[in-house]
């Protein structure tokens, strides 16, 4: 069953089923378990794992946690890496993957579904460790952090904006590594 069709310029239905069932789950208080699909997470959290996530209080997160935070129909599971301390920009944090050099548009912290409690590891539960980045990627990885910080102290939206363009370069970026890869194995 499809339901009806969906208004121009409306969201998905799988991101309004998310964003119905995400205050219930928040309000629970609750853990819940799901699969991290795709890179972005790099070796910290490989594709294909299973996550643990402890829902709500998502003021309680902090820089370094690995939250989750619903957007365009999925769960995106990023490290946590900054978080505006006042001004207009007070209530929103930056997160990026810890395979990925740029960070995302800036959310509000109400966003945020929860933070990932564990992930297993065959078969094992084990608390997510902290991202290890040698001198040259911390340098490379911390220049546009302190760009989209700067931006965000100006303007949420100037600092959405970039995060949008960035994401845009890192699909690119990546669509162009496939194409690469096809024409190798030729």
């Not at 998310?18 to 819940?32: C, D, M, Q, T, Y």
């Not at 799901?34 to 402890?54: C, H």
């Not at 599971?77 to 929103?92: E, K, N, P, Q, S």
């Not at 959310?107 to 945020?112: E, F, G, K, L, T």
Request: include cysteine; charge should be positive.
């Amino acid at each position: 069953m499809t339901g009806p069709p969906l208004e121009p310029g409306t969201a998905s239905r799988g991101e309004q089923r998310l964003r119905a069932v995400v205050p219930f789950l928040k309000r629970a208080g609750n853990e819940i378990e799901s699969v991290l699909q795709g890179d972005s997470m790099g070796a910290t959290i490989p594709n294909g794992s299973l996550v643990r996530i402890r829902c709500g209080e998502p003021g309680a997160c902090k820089v370094g946690d690995i939250v989750a935070i619903p957007a365009g129909g999925v769960l995106v599971i990023h490290r946590l890496v900054a978080r505006a301390a006042r001004g207009r920009a007070a209530d929103y944090v930056m997160t990026r993957g810890d395979g990925r050099w740029l960070v995302d548009p800036p959310v509000p912290v109400s966003d945020i579904l929860g933070v990932v409690s564990a992930v297993c590891f065959d078969g094992e539960w084990r608390t997510p460790v902290a991202a290890k980045a040698s001198v040259p990627r911390g340098i490379l990885t911390g220049v546009p952090l302190l760009l989209f910080r700067g931006a965000l102290a100006v303007s949420v939206s100037l600092a959405v904006g970039l995060g949008q363009v960035s994401n845009a370069l890192w699909l690119f970026q990546q669509r162009g590594r496939v194409r690469l890869h096809r024409w190798r194995s030729r």
